[in-house]
């Protein structure tokens, strides 16, 4: 799987779930980091790199 298509699965997900109270997300594609804004004022980060392939 390549890394770039991890990061927009992972966007989708936490995009699509209304549950879990999300305000805003932010992808910076240069350094592989969402922001997640949560509805109480919460900021998260993830940070998205690949370690290893399975070739």
Do not use: H, P
């Not at 770039?4 to 992808?27: C, R, T, V």
């Not at 949560?38 to 392939?53: H, L, R």
Request: charged share 35%; proline share 0%.
């Amino acid at each position: 799987m390549e890394l770039n298509y991890f990061k927009d699965k992972i966007f989708d997900i936490l995009n699509e779930n209304d549950k879990i109270g999300i305000s805003d997300i932010d992808m910076n594609d240069r350094k592989n980091l969402l922001t997640i804004c949560m509805t109480d004022g919460s900021i998260f980060e993830i940070v998205c790199q690949q370690v290893a392939d399975k070739k």
